[in-house]
């Protein structure tokens, strides 16, 4: 059973930043594209970056809100993920779960969560104003 774990959540200042990390563990797995989203308490799940396999350029996307101040990549053996997130906000706050799709994606569907197969248990990010 293929499991995703993420580290590198925790408490810090508006303006610092913080990276987060996600591997697959348990086994192999072949995924087209793996994510993170956030949920704030009290609100809903909501996407932030992906990035998706290409056999020579990966594609990204992000949020609007993110946009500019996180970065996604990941592994070379395509089983992992990293968010580099600068400038953090308090509206930042949440726990971020990583994912992995089992199916290709394609433009809007590769922010929406029914795409998505595999997820982590998360990690929460908490920015102090």
């Known amino acids: 059973q293929v499991q995703l774990v993420e580290s590198g959540g925790g408490l810090v200042q508006a303006g610092d930043s913080l990276s987060l990390s996600c591997a697959a563990a348990g086994g192999t797995f072949s995924n087209y594209v793996m994510a993170w989203f956030r949920q704030a308490p009290g609100k809903e799940r909501e996407f932030v970056a992906a990035?998706?396999?290409?056999?020579?350029?990966?594609?990204?996307y992000y949020s609007d809100s993110v946009k500019g101040r996180f970065t996604v990549s990941g592994g070379n053996a395509k089983n992992s993920v990293y968010l580099r997130m600068n400038r953090l906000k308090p509206e930042d706050t949440g726990v971020y779960y990583c994912t992995a799709s089992r199916d290709y994606c394609s433009g809007s569907t590769c922010w929406q969560q029914g795409t998505y197969f595999y997820w982590g248990q998360g990690t929460q990010v908490t920015v102090s104003s």
């Open positions: 990035i998706k396999w290409g056999t020579q350029i990966n594609i990204t």
